[in-house]
């Protein structure tokens, strides 16, 4: 009984603060493989968002200026991979995963030349932060959440989604239809990199007050393994995301429960905070099979001349 007590309206609103960024690269992206682009870089493309908003944001005292600057970061760096896999036929696991690790070291390079610390920028103070409504569910949540039939409505019920699953499942067919699949590839990309790098601002200036290195911690393979478990499909993908943000908030609540112990002493945080990470791997491994992926996801297009 002492565990059903961290079921409060607290754990929701907690739930909802660590979906919010999940549901962000989730969606994001669901563009970039719908299109037939791999995006493992989703890590990236976070970390490039929430550094970029951090440093934006202190230097003028604007998160929204932050927000905004770190969602243009996020779509240039999706370029930069985007011409990398689409134009020059890199292998798309291994260009996204260098995208990872650029980014892991890149912010702490530049915030030792502008702040002399490669672990963090400077605090920003809270009235710079993204306000709070309703609870502290803050405005970006509310986006999120809102994107959700929005990405649904445009993926399935318009032209440009049309073409762009068109683009993912069988591209010859959609270039003999008249579909510029070279071009709908990198929309899906850039997009991907918006909605991802959204997420990462998320995490440095509304959950956070700076950014600290590495802070994304492995929340956009989580956002992918949504991806996959939710079948590529926008309102499963919220579901699945809303499932991840649940076991990470449950963690922090179990951190605090007195009745957490093992033989009297507290069970090892180290442990609990595996939690959410070991259930990503259950869930892939369970699922993976039952989804099906775009069939022409990562198989490089030429256009036949």
Do not use: H
Not at 50 to 60: D, E, K, N
Not at 254 to 281: C, D, H, R
């Amino acid at each position: 009984m002492e565990f059903l007590s961290i079921f409060t309206f607290a754990l929701l609103f907690a739930t909802i603060r660590s979906a919010t960024p999940l549901i962000f690269a989730a969606l994001g992206g669901l563009f970039s493989e719908r299109s037939g682009v791999i995006n493992i870089a989703l890590e990236g493309l976070m970390l490039s968002g929430a550094f970029t908003a951090a440093v934006v944001t202190y230097q003028t005292g604007n998160p929204y200026f932050g927000m905004f600057a770190g969602i243009i970061a996020g779509g240039i760096l999706a370029f930069i991979y985007a011409v990398a896999c689409i134009k020059f036929e890199a292998d798309q696991v291994v260009a996204g995963m260098a995208i990872n690790f650029l980014m892991i070291g890149l912010p702490a390079l530049i915030s030792v030349g502008l702040y002399d610390s490669a672990g963090s920028t400077p605090q920003i103070d809270k009235l710079d932060k993204l306000p709070n409504y309703f609870n502290s569910v803050s405005l970006a949540s509310i986006f999120a959440f809102a994107m959700v039939p929005i990405v649904w409505y445009v993926i399935y019920k318009t032209p440009f989604g049309l073409r762009l699953r068109a683009a993912g499942e069988n591209p010859e067919a959609a270039d003999s239809a008249g579909v510029n699949v070279i071009r709908l590839r990198y929309i899906g990309v850039v997009i991907s990199g918006l909605l991802a790098a959204a997420g990462g601002a998320y995490l440095s200036i509304g959950q956070s007050s700076l950014f600290t290195k590495s802070m994304t911690a492995g929340r956009g393979f989580i956002a992918l393994a949504a991806l996959i478990l939710a079948k590529w499909r926008p309102v499963q993908v919220m579901i699945a995301c809303l499932f991840f943000g649940f076991t990470e908030a449950i963690t922090v609540e179990i951190q605090s429960a007195p009745w957490a112990k093992i033989n009297g002493e507290p069970v090892p945080i180290q442990f609990i905070e595996m939690i959410p990470y070991v259930l990503t791997i259950i869930v892939l491994a369970g699922f993976i099979g039952l989804s099906r992926a775009p069939k022409a996801l990562g198989i490089p297009y030429r256009k036949e001349s």
